[in-house]
């Protein structure tokens, strides 16, 4: 059965206290991975797609990367506006999208 | 360019009542897919649709169904209720499943079942 976990469930950071994120997958097929943030009430906000090993993308302080079984979302320098619950997802070739539970990320002032 | 819109916002049902959720998507976008998220079970896929045809369908029961109509716009479907049926209840729209993978998700409707 296709499976996303994430770790850890929760992380409080300082601001400025740079720190990474786990996703790790077991599926079938991977089409591509997906990191998404999402704010209390809110839909989840897309932030990156990684389709294959070795695959970097960043975006202001935050960097994804993928491996074969992995991936980790760094955050260089958070700040409180950075606070959200981060999830990511697997595309597994079409069959539907599974997300992982989610790191809930709160950063400090 | 507008995001993905959902109505209504919020919804208060009883048990064994239906209640029908409507998605706009992003404007040029061809697929619409549906989840449901809770605090236990997180984010799950009910079933996506491309071109008003379902293309996949989750593990939910039969009495969740959807439909979508030649804009793209789509509706889903709960009949008869039921506590759990409570949550929220996300539309994301993408260009095309096959191309372009990025789904973009509407704020959400947050259905309480009492």
């Known amino acids: 059965e296709d499976q996303v976990t994430q770790s850890p469930e929760a992380l409080r950071l300082q601001e400025g206290e740079s720190s990474s994120l786990n996703c790790s997958y077991t599926v079938s097929g991977l089409r591509g991975l997906f990191w998404y943030r999402q704010d209390p009430g809110k839909g989840p906000e897309f932030l990156f797609t990684?389709?294959?090993a070795g695959e970097e993308k960043e975006k202001e302080r935050l960097k994804a990367t993928l491996t074969k079984k992995e991936s980790f979302l760094h955050i260089t320098a958070p700040k409180p506006e950075d606070s959200a619950t981060y999830l990511c997802?697997?595309?597994?070739?079409?069959?539907?999208?599974?997300f992982g539970p989610g790191t809930r990320l709160s950063v400090l002032p | 360019k507008a995001g993905v819109t959902q109505t209504p916002r919020y919804l208060i049902k009883t048990r064994g009542q239906q209640v029908t959720l409507s998605c706009s998507p992003i404007s040029g976008h061809r697929s619409v897919s549906w989840y449901q998220q809770t605090p236990g079970q997180g984010l799950q896929f009910l079933f996506e649709y491309f071109s008003e045809t379902q293309r996949n369908k989750g593990n939910f029961p039969g009495r969740f169904s959807g439909r979508q109509f030649s804009n793209s716009r789509s509706e889903m479907n709960v009949s008869t209720l039921e506590l759990g049926d409570s949550a929220l209840y996300l539309c994301?729209?993408?260009?095309?499943?096959?191309?372009?993978?990025?789904?973009?998700f509407g704020p959400g409707t947050r259905l309480t079942v009492t």
């Open positions: 990684l389709y294959s």
């Open positions: 994301a729209s993408s260009l095309d499943g096959s191309s372009s993978y990025e789904q973009y």
């Open positions: 997802a697997v595309d597994n070739y079409g069959q539907n999208f599974v």
